[in-house]
């Protein structure tokens, strides 16, 4: 595959600033410690066992063999966040992102868009296009993270893309996913939207979702709860509801040609038609 030297040295630069501004260092993990510590941090992110990590400690190891990139932000010689990737058939132009997690207690430093940027890096050196991973739609920093810091796009969504999965996280819930894709050669942020669209799904005054319904029209707007983690843990039955009521609007709307293209300053998807990648 060819690489673009343009747009790769603008992305070095951009992952030199970001970790400069984490205060961190960014480097593939090498060591078998390297490895091993990376793994209980994403055991302790996913609350797990270490032996029933996300990914064990061997298995990143092997990934770093075979040239998938296993990056960490390291705090001194501390691994305070992991990042994974692997590309797709050979001299594919799409790299897909299998995981990212930061120690809690460097949350909001900016090493979570680090980790990204060095993935972009990555990914520019092998020639890639594209990256996709998926997320959690009902996870709202997740959302304006990916679509407004990123400035990723929705592809589409999946209902039960995983297996059910027993981590702490994601116990006792369904495995709905949004898929995003990277343009790795801009990776342009975009703003958040203004809150002025027709709403299709909103909290009501007991905290219960409230459909509306989707309208053949760009710019209608879909409540993202502040905190699902914490409602599932409270109140599950509400969580499932807006589980439930979040696919509804999803589908309804993709078969609208309707994807959500940003969040808004108050916590709202906004919806809009886009062109298929």
């Known amino acids: 595959m060819r690489t673009d030297s343009e747009p790769l040295a603008s992305a070095r630069d951009v992952a ?17 410690g390297e490895f091993a510590a990376a793994s209980d941090l994403l055991a302790g992110i996913w609350g797990t066992s270490r032996d029933a990590s996300p990914l064990s400690s061997d298995l990143l190891r092997s990934l770093s063999h075979a040239d998938a990139c296993v990056t960490g932000a390291l705090s001194g010689e501390e691994v305070v966040g ?10 594919s132009e799409v790299m897909y992102s299998l995981i990212a997690g930061v120690k809690p207690g460097f949350a909001g430093r900016g090493v979570g868009i680090a980790l990204k940027y060095a993935q972009r890096v990555w990914s520019l050196e092998r020639g890639a296009k594209r990256m996709l ?4 739609p009902l996870i709202r920093r997740n959302a304006h993270f990916n679509l407004v810091r990123l400035g990723a796009r929705v592809q589409n969504y999946i209902p039960e893309f995983y297996p059910p999965m027993h981590d702490s ?20 942020p975009s703003t958040p939207e203004d809150d002025d669209g027709p709403i299709a799904l909103r909290a009501g005054e007991n905290g219960s979702p409230q459909r509306s319904g989707i309208a053949p029209q760009p710019r209608m707007r879909v409540w993202i709860p502040r905190d699902i983690e914490s ?14 009521s979040m696919a509804d609007v999803l589908q309804e709307a993709e078969a609208q040609n309707l994807v959500p293209v ?7 998807y906004v919806l809009d038609t886009v062109s298929a990648q």
């Open 16 to 32: 030199a600033k970001s970790a400069a501004r984490a205060a961190l260092t960014l480097r593939p993990l090498t060591s078998k």
């Open 82 to 91: 992991v990042a994974v990737a692997i590309s797709g058939p050979p001299v």
């Open 231 to 244: 409602m599932r843990l409270d109140d599950n039955a509400l969580a499932m509801r807006w589980r439930v």
């Open 169 to 188: 996280l994601n116990r006792m819930d369904r495995t709905d996913r949004l898929c995003v894709s990277w343009d790795l050669a801009s990776a342009t």
């Open 262 to 268: 940003s969040v808004s300053g108050s916590g709202y």
């Open 133 to 136: 991973w998926t997320y959690d």
